[in-house]
T-cell receptor
């Protein structure tokens, strides 16, 4: 069984640029959540998608947006990048909203 | 607002020296408490889910317990390969937040041979 896969693994951008991060959920999982993890901290919830609809959002500005596709894969888009956006971005999928979330290994985003 | 606090921030043990990690939480409507293990450069790896006070789960050298205000992760006779950051998270029933997880900042465990 293939787990959650994320791409790319590392990315370097400059302030003001835009970035798209991708996530393939575990087979059969219809719920995808995105988290931001700063160095030395726990993950912070960005938003969740269930069957292609946004199903909850954390305290992140609108320049953080996402999509979920019919095959349940997902994208996280961040516009107008800021230095504080440097972090590990984690994607997690689950069978449904009541099941445990399983994480990918993340994308390390560095903003110069 | 949901809050999760983990202690200690860091813990060093000798191989075989048992100990416990603490996770205290303040939430409205708990729908599950989760323990994850995170190795450097990796995503969190799911360990346990606990749903109600008094519940216990075990896996190898790890045992997780839950009360109404906190959870403990007991590590019995740890080995160097148990070294990792252990994260605690809660899931609550807020309608606007889906099934979000609120994480603590983790306990960094080092087990020396």
């Amino acid at each position: 069984e293939t787990g959650v896969t994320q791409s790319p693994t590392h990315l370097i951008k400059t302030r003001g640029q835009q970035v798209t991060l991708r996530c393939s959920s575990q087979s059969g999982h219809n719920t995808v959540s995105w988290y931001q993890q700063a160095l030395g901290q726990g993950p912070q919830f960005i938003f969740q998608y269930y069957r292609e609809e946004e199903n909850g959002r954390g305290n992140f500005p609108p320049r953080f947006s996402g999509l979920q596709f019919p095959n349940y894969s997902s994208e996280l888009n961040v516009n107008a990048l800021e230095l504080d956006d440097s972090a590990l971005y984690l994607c997690a999928s689950s069978l449904d909203a009541n099941q445990p979330q399983h994480f990918g290994d993340g994308t390390r985003l560095s903003i110069l | 607002e949901d809050q999760v606090t983990q202690s200690p921030e860091a813990l060093r043990l000798q191989e075989g020296e048992s100990s416990s990690l603490n996770c205290s939480y303040t939430v409205s409507g708990l729908r599950g408490l989760f323990w994850y293990r995170q190795d450097p450069g990796k995503g969190p790896e799911f360990l346990f889910t606990l749903y109600s006070a008094g519940e216990e789960k075990e896996k190898e050298r790890l045992k997780a317990t839950l009360t109404k205000k906190e959870s403990f992760l007991h590590i019995t006779a740890p080995k160097p390969e148990d070294s990792a950051t252990y994260l605690c998270a809660v899931r609550t029933s807020e309608e606007t937040s889906g099934s979000r997880l609120t994480f603590g900042e983790g306990t960094q465990l080092t087990v020396n041979p």
